[in-house]
């Protein structure tokens, strides 16, 4: 079982910056794609940014330019650094990874999510 907590998220003004990380623990052999997600409230969760094995990155349309998503040299933590903050961006972020456990089989974990909130 691979458990993620997430951790950074406040509240902070518009034109702001925040940065999230997600720690992993467990019986992790390999992490193919990590990804951060975000839901606002009256919304569907939404894809906000993805870091792959290789190093490949990609961001929603809406946070181009303003987040970056990156990870720490063991490989397991990974950050959302979220600058010129808008009240759009407020929401729940989520962490996600998808991998392979040490045992064999798939995984693919969500953290409990971080609460973001932008004020105007």
């Known amino acids: 079982q691979v458990q993620l907590v997430e951790a950074g998220g406040g509240l902070v003004q518009a034109g702001g910056s925040l940065r999230l990380s997600c720690a992993a623990s467990?019986?992790?052999?390999?992490?193919?794609?990590m990804r951060w997600h975000r839901q606002a409230p009256g919304k569907q969760r939404e894809l906000v940014a993805t870091?792959?094995?290789?190093?490949?990155?990609n961001y929603a349309d809406s946070v181009k330019g303003r987040f970056t998503i990156s990870r720490d040299n063991d490989k397991i933590t990974v950050y959302l650094q979220m600058d010129s903050l808008k009240p759009d961006d407020t929401g729940v972020y989520y962490c996600?990874?998808?991998?392979?456990?040490?045992?064999?089989?798939?995984?693919?974990?969500w953290g409990q999510g971080t609460q973001v909130t932008v004020s105007s």
């Open positions: 996600n990874y998808e991998g392979t456990t040490s045992w064999g089989p798939p995984f693919n974990s």
């Open positions: 870091l792959t094995r290789d190093g490949s990155t």
């Open positions: 467990g019986s992790i052999f390999r992490i193919n794609t």
